[in-house]
Structures are given as C-alpha cells and as structure tokens.
C-alpha cells in the first residue's frame, strides 16, 4: 500500500476536514467571549492572560490550518495521521475537556458551546471518513488520538498550569 490515497478513494474526507479549522475560529471566539483566560485564573487554578490565550490559539490554528493544507494536498497517510493527531487533541479531547469541567465544576466553561455542538460531531464525522475511506488502519487511527489525547494534556498541563507538579 502507497503512502498516498487516490483522491478518488477520499473525495469526502478532504473535503470535510475543512470544517476543523472554521469550527475552531468559532470556538476561539466563545472562549475569548466568555473570558477563557479569566476562567481558568480564577475558576481552574491556572494562570493565563489574555496575550497567552491570542498567541496560543495563532499559533494552534497555523498548525491546523497547514496540517488541514498539507494533508488536502497531498492525500499522504502521513499527513491524515498527523492531522487527527492535532485535531483529535485540539477538537475532541478539548470537546471532553469542556463538558468534564463544566460538570464538576458545575459552571459554564468558556468554549463548552461550540465544542459539544461543533467539535464532537465534527471529530466523529472525519473519525468515521478516514476509517470509512481507509486513510488510516484502526491501530493508526486509534494511536493517533493516543497521542492526540496525550498532546491535550501536555496543553493543558503546559498552557494552564505551566509545568506546575
């Protein structure tokens, strides 16, 4: 099997993935409407500004949006791997992130709208296409949002928290 996928073979998948980067500009603007960065200050724990929060997202949605390029482009198995990497963390596990904070904090946390509504359904519609059209193995896909989950975290831990024990 090729690194490449015939475009033939993943019209819908290339296509789709350019919802990621739409829906996280609209989940920048809940958060920064709701004021994220005060949020996790005050209600988290952690410390962040609103200089942090620009830069963080900037640069989050440039790897996005060249991840969203490069794997449109060139249809390689390991640009899609390296997109759901990204994504998976950036939409999914941050999807998670809001819902599980809000619940057992039991308020709104800023970014929780357009992650349930965009995020979750966005994540499982390019989940299904990549395994549906076969860009990925289960095991790559699966290894993918592993390491999705663990780039989350490292975000979290760093960005929040900043390397706090």
Same mark, same amino acid.
């Given at each position: 099997?090729?690194?490449?996928?015939?475009?033939?073979?993943?019209?819908?998948?290339?296509?789709?993935?350019?919802?990621?980067?739409?829906?996280?500009?609209?989940?920048?603007?809940?958060?920064?409407?709701?004021?994220?960065?005060?949020?996790?200050?005050?209600?988290?724990?952690?410390?962040?500004?609103?200089?942090?929060?620009?830069?963080?997202?900037?640069?989050?949605?440039?790897?996005?949006?060249?991840?969203?390029?490069?794997?449109?482009?060139?249809?390689?198995? =390991?640009?899609?791997?390296?997109?759901?990497?990204?994504?998976?963390?950036?939409?999914?596990?941050?999807?998670?992130?809001?819902?599980?904070?809000?619940?057992?904090?039991?308020?709104?946390?800023? +970014? =929780?709208?357009?992650?349930?509504?965009?995020?979750?359904?966005?994540?499982?519609?390019?989940?299904?296409?990549?395994?549906?059209?076969? =860009?990925?193995?289960?095991?790559?896909?699966?290894?993918?949002?592993? =390491? +999705?989950?663990?780039?989350?975290?490292?975000?979290?831990?760093? +960005?929040?928290?900043?390397?706090?024990?």
């Amino acid at each position: 099997m090729t690194d490449t996928v015939a475009s033939a073979r993943s019209p819908r998948f290339h296509r789709l993935i350019w919802l990621m980067p739409a829906a996280y500009a609209l989940h920048i603007v809940e958060e920064h409407r709701g004021g994220f960065a005060a949020w996790v200050t005050h209600v988290v724990g952690g410390e962040m500004n609103d200089l942090a929060f620009a830069l963080n997202n900037a640069a989050f949605m440039a790897i996005l949006l060249a991840l969203v390029v490069w794997t449109a482009v060139s249809k390689s198995r =390991l640009a899609t791997f390296l997109l759901i990497v990204w994504s998976s963390g950036n939409l999914f596990w941050d999807a998670l992130f809001h819902v599980v904070l809000t619940q057992a904090l039991d308020r709104y946390s800023p +970014g =929780l709208v357009t992650a349930a509504l965009l995020y979750v359904p966005i994540s499982l519609v390019v989940a299904q296409l990549a395994l549906g059209e076969r =860009l990925l193995t289960p095991r790559a896909f699966l290894a993918a949002t592993a =390491l +999705g989950a663990g780039l989350m975290g490292l975000v979290i831990w760093c +960005g929040l928290f900043h390397f706090a024990v």
